[in-house]
C-alpha cells in the first residue's frame, strides 16, 4: 500500500480550491491525471516583474510592476471596443490606461473602485505619450505584494499561468514530510538539498540558470527520478529471473542443418548471440531478452536459429511483424531457407478469414503447425497453441511495452526475444529495457559494400529523375529506385512535396514502370504494389516512410530521400538501409530545401561520414534530445518529467550501479533506507513494482 502521508498528493485536481471540474479536465490533459502530475510541471521560462521606478526608462513591452490610484471608468460606446481605465501614479504626470477587451463591467467597476490605489503588474506598451497595460496580470490591493519573479508554465487551451502557479504553490504548501532516501554522504558530495527544497526552489526561478538541466535542484530531482526508473526496471528484471521459465535445450541438429545450406558464413557476433539466446532458452528462469542489431547485420538469421532450437525441442515458436508486408517477407525469406528442412510453417495476418482461418488455428492448436509467422493477429483471444516455448517480436519499438508485457501471458513461462534494427543509444537502452538482457550485433557480413551517401539541393529533382531513367535504360544489370517523400499529399501548413505529387511529376519520365506506396493505402493494395516492386514490374517506387523497417529488395541499389533535413538521424539511417541489399554498389541520395539549420547540416554531414547505426544514433540524441527520439506516440517509451537523458546520461549510470547496489543488499527493501525507497517509487508511480516485492 502507498504510504498514508503520500496519499494527499494523489487526490484530484478538484480537490484543490478554486478548481471545478471542467478545469481539472485540462490539468488531466497537460499533466497527469493527480496532483502529483502537476507538482512534476516545471517552468521553462521566467516573467521579471520588477518594481517600475522610473516610467521613462521602461522598454515596449517588458513586464512591471506599478501603484496606481484609478481616477475615471471609459465604458465603450460599442460592444467591441475595449473598456477602459484611466490611473495616475507618482511616477509620471500624464494618465497611465488599463485596457480590457474581453470584460464584466460591472465586475470591473467593482473590483476597480474610483480613488483607491492598487498594486498593478503586466506588459506595458508605450502607445505615443500614451502609456497603457493591456490586460493586467495582477491586480492587488496596494498592501499585497506581487511577486518579481513568475515562473513560465507549458500550457493548454482553458488554462492560465496564473491559475497553474496558484496551484502549485498550493500544493507545496502542503507537501507531506518524506524520509530522505538517498546516503547523506553522497548529498554532501553532491551538494544536492533534500527532494522537498530541490521541488520549491525549481517551482520559484529567480534566473534563467535557474532553469537548466545543470541547475543543482533540477539535478536532485533528475536523479531521484532516474533511480525510481532503475530501481523499478531491476525489480521487475529480478522477479522474472525467478519465474520458471520454458525450459528448451537442443542439440543444435536443426541449427547445423541451416548452417550447411546457407550461401553465406554467419559473422562473430551472428555465433555469439546465437550463443547467448541459446543458453538463456536452455535455462531455468524465463528469457525475455532485447537483440539490437544495424541495418543489415543479420537479425532474421539469428532469429531463426532460435525458433529451431524451441522447434528441436517440441516446442511451436512465433515470429511477430509490425505490418502485413514484413509478416509476408519474412514467412517468404524463411520459407526459402528452410525448404530442405521438414518444418511445417504458417503465416497469419488480419486477412486470413473462414475457413482458411479456422483450419490454420485447428493445426495450430493440435501441434501440426511448428512455427507460425504473422502479425499482432498471432496473439488474438481465439489463436491457441498446442506447446508454445518461443516468441519473436521483431521492429517490437512499434509495439510497445504493454504489448509486449501481453504476449508473455499468452502462456506461462514461454520465452520472448524481442529485436529492433534501431540502434538504440545506451541511455534509451537502459531506462526503456534495463528490465531485459541484451544482446547486440556489432557486426556487419563481410560482403556488404558501404552505401555511397551524397548530399544534394532539391532544386536538381528533375535532372536527377532524368540521370536515374537514363541509368536503369542502360545498365547492363537489374537497377531499381526507391524515392521517398516525407507526406502523402499536399498540406497548406506544410511546404513537403507530397508523395502523390511526386508520381505525377515521375510518370512523366518512368511511364508504366513506377510505383507509389503509402500509409494511407489499404493493405492489400500496398501489398499488390510491392509485389510489383519485387517481382521487377516497377523500376522505381515512390513511397513514404512506410518502407522505413525491413522491406528486402535486392535488386534496389538507389535511394533518394527528399527534404532529408527534417527527418531524424535514425529514420535517414533505416531508409538508407533499404537498399545495398545485393551485390551492385548503392548510393543514397539525400535532397535537401532551401535553408539549412546548423543541427540539419550537422544531421547531413554526418550521414555522409557514417554507417554505424550505434554511432548514428547517440549523435541523434545528443542533436535532437530523447524527446523527440522516442516521440509521444510511441507507447510505452519514458517520458521524464525532470531527467534530460542527453545531458544527465552521467546521472543515470551512477543511478543505475545504486540501484544495483541496493537491491544486492536489501532486495526487499526493508531497511530504513529501503522503507524511503518506496516513498520514492511511489513518488514516481511505480507501483506496480513495488507490489513484487510482496509477490
Given at each position: 500500500m502507498r504510504p498514508e502521508s503520500l496519499n494527499i498528493l494523489f487526490k484530484d485536481y478538484t480537490s484543490l480550491a478554486g478548481i471545478g471540474d471542467r478545469t481539472a479536465g485540462f490539468l488531466k490533459k497537460l499533466c497527469g491525471p493527480c496532483l502529483i502530475d502537476l507538482l512534476f510541471h516545471i517552468p521553462?521560462?521566467?516573467?521579471?516583474?520588477?518594481?517600475?521606478?522610473?516610467?521613462?526608462?521602461?522598454?515596449?513591452?517588458?513586464?512591471?510592476?506599478?501603484?496606481?490610484?484609478?481616477?475615471?471608468?471609459i465604458t465603450p460606446l460599442r460592444k467591441k471596443m475595449p473598456y477602459r481605465i484611466l490611473a495616475t501614479g507618482n511616477l509620471c504626470a500624464c494618465d497611465i490606461e488599463l485596457v480590457f477587451f474581453n470584460y464584466h463591467?460591472?465586475?470591473?467597476?467593482?473590483?476597480?473602485?474610483?480613488?483607491?490605489?492598487?498594486?498593478?503588474?503586466?506588459?506595458?506598451?508605450?502607445?505615443?505619450?500614451?502609456?497603457?497595460?493591456?490586460?493586467?496580470?495582477?491586480?492587488?490591493?496596494?498592501?499585497?505584494?506581487?511577486?518579481?519573479?513568475?515562473?513560465?508554465?507549458?500550457?493548454?487551451?482553458?488554462?492560465?499561468?496564473?491559475?497553474?502557479?496558484?496551484?502549485?504553490?498550493?500544493?507545496?504548501?502542503?507537501?507531506?514530510?518524506?524520509?530522505?532516501?538517498?546516503?547523506?554522504?553522497?548529498?554532501?558530495?553532491?551538494?544536492?538539498?533534500?527532494?522537498?527544497?530541490?521541488?520549491?526552489?525549481?517551482?520559484?526561478?529567480?534566473?534563467?540558470?535557474?532553469?537548466?538541466?545543470?541547475?543543482?535542484?533540477?539535478?536532485?530531482l533528475a536523479y531521484d527520478e532516474l533511480l525510481a526508473n532503475q530501481l523499478a526496471l531491476l525489480l521487475v528484471r529480478s522477479k522474472q529471473k525467478k519465474q520458471q521459465g520454458t525450459i528448451i535445450p537442443t542439440s543444435r541438429t536443426l541449427q547445423s542443418l541451416l548452417k550447411?545450406?546457407?550461401?553465406?558464413?554467419?559473422?562473430?557476433?551472428?555465433?555469439?548471440?546465437?550463443?547467448?539466446?541459446?543458453?538463456?532458452?536452455?535455462?531455468?528462469?524465463?528469457?525475455?531478452?532485447?537483440?539490437?542489431?544495424?541495418?543489415?547485420?543479420?537479425?532474421?538469421?539469428?532469429a531463426l536459429m532460435s525458433l529451431l532450437q524451441a522447434i528441436e525441442s517440441s516446442f511451436q515458436g512465433v515470429l511477430m511483424a509490425p505490418t502485413d508486408i514484413l509478416a509476408h517477407q519474412h514467412f517468404e525469406s524463411i520459407k526459402k531457407m528452410?525448404?530442405?528442412?521438414?518444418?511445417?510453417?504458417?503465416?497469419?495476418?488480419?486477412?486470413?478469414?473462414?475457413?482458411?482461418?479456422?483450419?490454420?488455428?485447428?493445426?495450430?492448436?493440435?501441434?501440426?503447425?511448428?512455427?507460425?509467422i504473422g502479425t499482432h493477429a498471432v496473439f488474438s483471444e481465439d489463436v491457441c497453441y498446442y506447446k508454445l516455448g518461443l516468441v519473436i517480436i521483431d521492429e517490437q519499438h512499434k509495439f510497445g511495452v504493454h504489448q509486449r508485457l501481453a504476449l508473455t501471458q499468452k502462456e506461462k513461462g514461454v520465452n520472448v526475444l524481442v529485436m529492433t534494427a534501431t540502434p538504440i543509444p545506451r541511455t534509451l537502452a537502459l531506462?526503456?529495457?534495463?528490465?531485459?538482457?541484451?544482446?547486440?550485433?556489432?557486426?556487419?557480413?563481410?560482403?556488404?559494400?558501404?552505401?555511397?551517401t551524397c548530399v544534394m539541393p532539391m532544386t536538381k529533382t528533375t535532372e536527377i529523375a532524368e540521370k536515374l531513367f537514363y541509368k536503369i535504360q542502360n545498365s547492363t544489370e537489374r537497377l531499381q529506385v526507391y524515392w521517398v517523400c516525407p507526406l502523402v499529399e499536399e498540406?497548406?501548413?506544410?511546404?513537403?512535396?507530397?508523395?502523390?505529387?511526386?508520381?505525377?511529376?515521375?510518370k512523366k519520365i518512368f511511364k508504366n514502370r513506377i510505383g507509389l506506396v503509402h500509409g494511407k493505402m489499404k493493405g492489400s493494395d500496398k501489398d499488390a504494389i510491392m509485389e510489383k516492386f519485387v517481382s521487377g514490374e516497377f523500376d522505381i517506387l515512390v513511397a513514404t516512410t512506410v518502407i522505413e523497417v525491413g522491406v528486402d529488395v535486392k535488386s534496389a541499389s538507389i535511394m533518394v530521400i527528399e527534404q532529408a533535413e527534417r527527418f531524424g538521424l535514425a529514420g535517414l539511417h533505416q531508409l538508407r538501409g533499404r537498399v545495398g541489399r545485393g551485390n551492385t554498389q548503392s548510393t543514397c541520395l539525400l535532397l535537401y530545401g532551401k535553408k539549412l539549420s546548423q543541427t540539419a547540416q550537422a544531421r547531413l554531414k554526418i550521414m555522409r561520414e557514417t554507417d554505424n547505426g550505434f554511432l548514428?544514433?547517440?549523435?541523434?540524441?545528443?542533436?535532437?534530445?530523447?524527446?523527440?527520439?522516442?516521440?509521444?506516440?510511441?507507447?510505452?517509451?519514458?517520458?521524464?518529467?525532470?531527467?534530460?537523458?542527453?545531458?544527465?546520461?552521467?546521472?543515470?549510470?551512477?543511478?543505475?550501479?545504486?540501484?544495483?547496489?541496493?537491491?544486492?543488499?536489501?532486495?526487499?527493501?526493508?531497511?530504513?533506507?529501503?522503507?524511503?525507497?518506496?516513498?520514492?517509487?511511489?513518488?514516481?508511480?511505480?507501483?506496480?513494482?513495488?507490489?513484487?516485492?510482496?509477490?
Open positions: 521553462i521560462g521566467i516573467n521579471h516583474r520588477p518594481q517600475i521606478t522610473n516610467l521613462s526608462q521602461v522598454k515596449r513591452g517588458e513586464y512591471g510592476t506599478i501603484q496606481l490610484t484609478i481616477s475615471e471608468h463591467a460591472d465586475y470591473l467597476k467593482k473590483q476597480l473602485t474610483i480613488g483607491q490605489t492598487y498594486t498593478v503588474s503586466g506588459k506595458i506598451e508605450r502607445i505615443g505619450c500614451t502609456i497603457k497595460i493591456l490586460h493586467p496580470d495582477y491586480i492587488t490591493p496596494s498592501s499585497t505584494a506581487i511577486p518579481e519573479f513568475e515562473p513560465v508554465y507549458p500550457l493548454t487551451a482553458g488554462l492560465t499561468n496564473k491559475g497553474i502557479t496558484k496551484s502549485i504553490q498550493t500544493i507545496l504548501a502542503h507537501l507531506p514530510s518524506i524520509p530522505e532516501w538517498l546516503d547523506n554522504s553522497f548529498l554532501q558530495q553532491k551538494k544536492w538539498p533534500s527532494f522537498h527544497e530541490a521541488l520549491k526552489k525549481v517551482h520559484t526561478p529567480h534566473e534563467e540558470n535557474d532553469l537548466l538541466p545543470q541547475n543543482t535542484n533540477r539535478l536532485r550447411k545450406q546457407l550461401p553465406f558464413e554467419l559473422t562473430n557476433a551472428q555465433n555469439r548471440v546465437i550463443t547467448e539466446i541459446g543458453s538463456d532458452l536452455a535455462d531455468t528462469g524465463k528469457m525475455i531478452r532485447l537483440l539490437q542489431g544495424d541495418v543489415g547485420s543479420g537479425k532474421t538469421i539469428v528452410l525448404q530442405n528442412i521438414p518444418i511445417r510453417m504458417a503465416l497469419l495476418t488480419g486477412r486470413e478469414k473462414g475457413k482458411k482461418r479456422q483450419e490454420l488455428l485447428s493445426a495450430l492448436q493440435s501441434g501440426e503447425i511448428q512455427l507460425l531506462t526503456n529495457y534495463g528490465d531485459m538482457d541484451i544482446s547486440i550485433l556489432d557486426e556487419k557480413p563481410a560482403n556488404r559494400k558501404k552505401i555511397e498540406s497548406e501548413k506544410s511546404d513537403l512535396i507530397a508523395a502523390e505529387k511526386r508520381f505525377e511529376e515521375l548514428i544514433a547517440e549523435e541523434d540524441l545528443r542533436l535532437r534530445g530523447a524527446g523527440e527520439i522516442l516521440g509521444s506516440k510511441q507507447s510505452g517509451l519514458l517520458n521524464f518529467k525532470f531527467a534530460d537523458l542527453s545531458m544527465h546520461s552521467d546521472l543515470l549510470y551512477t543511478a543505475t550501479q545504486d540501484a544495483k547496489l541496493i537491491l544486492n543488499t536489501d532486495k526487499n527493501l526493508t531497511s530504513s533506507r529501503g522503507e524511503a525507497l518506496k516513498h520514492l517509487l511511489y513518488l514516481f508511480k511505480k507501483d506496480k513494482q513495488v507490489k513484487t516485492l510482496n509477490a
